[in-house]
């Protein structure tokens, strides 16, 4: 080999080195969690060989649902060509399982009419997840759209007389009819229905490449769809509409259809009420 082929060949090896070195995962790795990553630009991300959007300086949005596996699998194709495969760990979460008996036949097995109402509210609530827009707010620090007690968590399920029902896919804040809910970051208002049969007034932002945040329950909206919204934000406000039993706020993440736990990207709120009590007495 020539001398002016090893200094080729070093000069690869180097930048396939600091290409890699560039590389930054950001996140929980464990069920319900998003997130986000960088990786120098133009490379190819993808998550167990599915294609994953990447913005034009290389940052990313990936999620683990609530069951996802332990073993999971990077693959990233640099520029150079070099392809790296980078195993990741998810780490399993144990949910609040609680079993129901006595339930009525007429809870149970609910009138066709509402199963198809609910249908069709499914519909749009799927074809607004679907958006793809460019939007980097995903990237940003999220906030607590309300701030008070959390009455219900992300992955709990309850088994009525030996049938599971669905998992509950979003936090609650419990809150009384008519607090004030901000936007979490920036965004697009991607859905606005005042009334769906289980989640009451829904809206949905679109913060970009997947990722968006859902409310559900609400009394009163602000907006409508097509509206940006910045970031603290009041966009609506908490209710009890739907199929609820009191007021309070239901936010739900997802990265495009996977429903993640919004308590992944935010400060907890204990830390949060916390904060505002210190600030209050000074």
């Not at 809870?107 to 069709?120: E, G, H, L, S, T």
């Not at 009163?220 to 509409?241: F, I, M």
Request: glycine share 8%.
């Amino acid at each position: 080999m020539t001398i002016k082929m090893m200094l080729a060949v070093a000069l690869s090896l180097c930048f396939s080195v600091s290409s890699a070195a560039e590389v930054s995962l950001q996140g929980h790795f464990e069920q319900g969690a998003l997130v986000r990553g960088q990786v120098p630009s133009g490379t190819q991300v993808m998550l167990n060989d599915n294609l994953v959007k990447v913005t034009p300086n290389g940052q990313f949005a990936i999620g683990f649902d609530r069951d996802a596996k332990s073993e999971q699998r990077l693959k990233l194709v640099y520029p150079d060509g070099l392809t790296e495969i980078k195993p990741l760990k998810i780490s399993a979460r144990k949910y609040q399982i609680q079993s129901v008996k006595g339930i009525s036949n007429s809870i149970m097995k609910p009138d066709p009419k509402a199963v198809a109402r609910a249908a069709q509210d499914a519909k749009q609530t799927q074809a607004a997840r679907s958006i793809f827009t460019e939007s980097e707010a995903f990237l940003s620090d999220f906030i607590w759209p309300l701030t008070g007690r959390i009455s219900g968590v992300y992955g709990s399920q309850r088994i009525y007389n030996d049938v599971p029902g669905n998992p509950h896919f979003g936090v609650d804040v419990a809150a009384p009819t008519g607090a004030v809910v901000v936007a979490p970051a920036d965004g697009e208002i991607s859905l606005a229905v005042a009334d769906m049969f289980y989640s009451g007034g829904t809206m949905i932002i679109d913060h970009g490449y997947g990722v968006s945040s859902s409310f559900l329950h609400l009394s009163k909206l602000y907006v409508k769809p097509g509206d940006k919204v910045k970031q603290g934000q009041a966009v609506a406000e908490v209710g009890a509409t739907g199929r609820v039993t009191g007021p309070h706020l239901d936010w739900r993440l997802n990265w495009f259809h996977m429903r993640l736990d919004p308590v992944s990207i935010v400060p907890s709120m204990a830390s949060v009420l916390a904060a505002k009590k210190a600030t209050k007495t000074h």
